[in-house]
């Protein structure tokens, strides 16, 4: 039985944790990026996540040698994806850059490779339309860190094929996720809720109402979420927080009008955990 093969484009945050869980559940895996350095940076985080899972007895040694095998890391797009039955897109939350991506991909790709993006609040109906298979572009959202979060959120485009949804959803179920599926709007459920959160958080923060510890500590045990907003916010990347907000203002309107606060912290580099500062320090 020939196995399915998996490509993932864009080995940030999301794209090596897409490809982790991937290849430790059986799929050939073959992580691509335009940068050098993100892609030899994501082969050492994911080496590193594997073998502290197997220390801490998460994942077995065979399974993390199994995980190995199947993975592999190209700077070649098209080595990566010439073979692919399912390809997720993690690069920049850009329309442009994803729409141009997803033209390379679909020249690339063989006829029957399903084409997902892994797009936190953008329209998986608008890049369809610029190619030539819109039926096979489908939106699946996956959280952060994608190892640990248990949901895929499956977002159908207008002319995404029932089969296209089945397909994806079963994937996402042989990676032991549970999907929801959405129909298309701005920010889909999660992004459209967690945006506003953060985004008041950022505010409060702005206005004086209190510090960055006691606003989290607060929606922590006050309001019994796991994580604070700003914290998240932090793990997310300011960076791509900030886009997310500002695709939501274009698309939903005023109250998504992203807080200043968080601008100056892009501004002045401060991206979060990804570069050792944001609300929070993560330098040692
Ligand atoms: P990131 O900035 O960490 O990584 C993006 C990667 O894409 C970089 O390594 C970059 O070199 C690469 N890239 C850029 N252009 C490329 C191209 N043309 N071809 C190949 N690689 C390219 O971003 P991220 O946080 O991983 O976000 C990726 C996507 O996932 C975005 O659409 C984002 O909204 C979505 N998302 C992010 C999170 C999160 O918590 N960060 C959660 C869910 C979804």
Redo the contacts with the bound molecule.
Sequence with gaps: MTMTKIAV???????RGVAYVAALNGFTVSL????KE?LKDAEKYIYDEWKKSEQQGFITKEDMEKGKSSLTFSLD?KDCVEDADLVIE????IMD?KI??FKELDQLCPPHTILAT????MSPTEIGAQISRPDKVIAM????PVHKMKLIEVIKGLDTSEETIEYVKDIGKQMKKETVEVNEFPGFITSRMNCLIGNEAMNMLMEGVASAEDIDKSIKLGLNHPMGPLQLAD???L??RL??MEYLYQTLGEKYRPCPLLTKYVKAGKLGV?TGSGFFNYKN
């Design positions: 484009i864009g080995s940030g945050t999301m794209g691509h990026d335009i940068n993100s797009m993690a690069v920049l939350e850059v141009k991506v892994n797009t936190s609040t959202h996956f959280f952060n793990l997310v990347g960076d791509t886009r997310n990804k």
